[in-house]
Nanobody, 117 residues
Framework: QVQFVESGGGLVQPGGSLRLSCAVS????????MVWYRQAPGKQRELVAQ????????NYLDSVKGRFTISKDNPKNTIYLQMNSLKPEDTAVYYC??????????WGQGTQVTVSS
């Protein structure tokens, strides 16, 4: 089974920063594009950021461009999401995944990010 373990969330004031991590097991990690999703209460899950298998190309949701940075550490089987200038509308549970999910892919527990004064 492919497993994803997210961490690094918390409560932060508007304008603050957090760095999320996601440890991945069960796949040859370096071969896969990876993504971060988020889901706010009462809303559908949305794609926040994507990174290619070699880490050289990234894409972002328009509302986070210039504030969030996705990165990939292949030797550590881990992806990161550096989030700066956080806004209340960034409040959500954040999940990581392969960009193209397989039948063996589980969902992690996610990590809660709350932006509030």
């Amino acid at each position: 089974q492919v497993q994803f373990v997210e961490s690094g969330g918390g409560l932060v004031q508007p304008g603050g920063s957090l760095r999320l991590s996601c440890a991945v097991s069960g796949i040859n990690f370096r071969l896969y594009d990876m993504v971060w999703y988020r889901q706010a209460p009462g809303k559908q899950r949305e794609l926040v950021a994507q990174i290619t298998s070699n880490g050289l190309s990234t894409n972002y949701l328009d509302s986070v461009k210039g504030r969030f940075t996705i990165s990939k550490d292949n030797p550590k089987n881990t992806i990161y999401l550096q989030m700066n200038s956080l806004k209340p509308e960034d409040t959500a549970v954040y999940y990581c995944s392969r960009a193209v999910r397989g039948s063996r892919d589980s969902w992690g527990q996610g990590t809660q990010v709350t932006v509030s004064s």
